[in-house]
């Protein structure tokens, strides 16, 4: 690590610590006067800072160490004020965070002083090119110890997140076994109870109303055709043909025909994702674009699948309205529900007036395909 740069951080740590002793006794004010709201305010601004502080140093510290200090902090939800704070109070960082503004200011005084001393003095420049690298590794452990989760902490939350996406899948399971039996017993059950019906009339009246028993056999022949077409939709409704027929692009593709606006889909896969994963996608670019045909008032949408960096990309966008929210329906949260057992995500930007853009992310790696080069597929709207 060059000692110079390592110097250059020893400044701006220098500096920053000032500021973090003025932002120390704003928490303190903001605090007392949170008892006549107008602490609020300041509080929400003391957050903002020293996160982007914290940023800052987990960057100086990631540098120094030379490996990634990510950004712990929670994602904050759509909403108000108050949907927002209690993410932020509910976050453990928050809490890290404040248990570091308290000491680094005298850490970060300390050894940037130290450093800065060192390279001052002539007698002392020596001490200054050995002492610098170590004296800054132990600032940046310093911080990293604080603003970030150790693997103990990471694994703990892991293990958190899979019980959580566990509980989640299993009662989708049972939803889906469900929906699958009421449509059992409402649809293709219930044709083939009928159709025995009219096969045991047709019988009983073969020998004395021909015509009539004829009739029925034809009536028991449309029930049979709308039997099939009821358990070929169950089986739609588990694993698309068309999935496995056509993989996950061609998939896309056709549904994006049966629209009504005109979509454009865009495919880059070297391969195919797992039959699971691949599953997961349809549906939930599934349901994006059925959200679009009922409530986007789009004239355009489009998608593009891609894989990059070991994670499977799906963006679904449309030219709508806007204003849209995962929180608000079933379906959306039944997509989130089944990319969590992938340890999948789905984000949703949607501002009013549009557009709006849903991008599904799943970890995966492909399995070679030579039909996947990527490719640019316009549809149009029926006439």
Known sequence: MDRLRLTGYAVAQFVLAIVLIVLLVLWVVGGVLVIVWVGLGILAGCLVATRWIANL?????ARTLGEPIPVPYRPLPPGGFFQKAHVVVADPMTWRDLAWLIVAPVVGI??????IVLLLGIVTGFIWWFATPPLMRARAMFDRYFLAYSR???????VH???????????HSAAELRRLERDLHDGAQARLVALSMNLGMADAAFDEDPEGARRLVQDA?????AAIGDLRSVVRGIHPPVLADRGLGGAVQAIALDMAVPVDVDVRLPGRPPAPVESAAYFGIA??????????????????????????????????RGGADADAGTGMLGVMRRLAAFDGTMSVSSPAGGPTLVTLEVPCSLESSSSSSPRTTPSSAPD
């Open 57 to 61: 140093h987990r960057e100086m510290a």
């Open 110 to 115: 300390v050894v940037s002083l130290t450093v």
């Open 152 to 158: 103990t902490e990471r694994l703990e939350q892991r």
């Open 161 to 171: 997140d899979l019980t959580e996406s566990r509980a989640d899948v299993v009662d």
């Open 221 to 225: 022949r449309a029930t049979t055709a």
């Open 287 to 320: 349901e994006c674009l059925a959200n679009i045909g009922k409530h986007a008032e789009a004239q355009h949408a489009w998608i593009t699948l891609t894989h990059e960096d070991g994670r499977l990309r799906a963006v679904v966008g449309d030219d709508g």
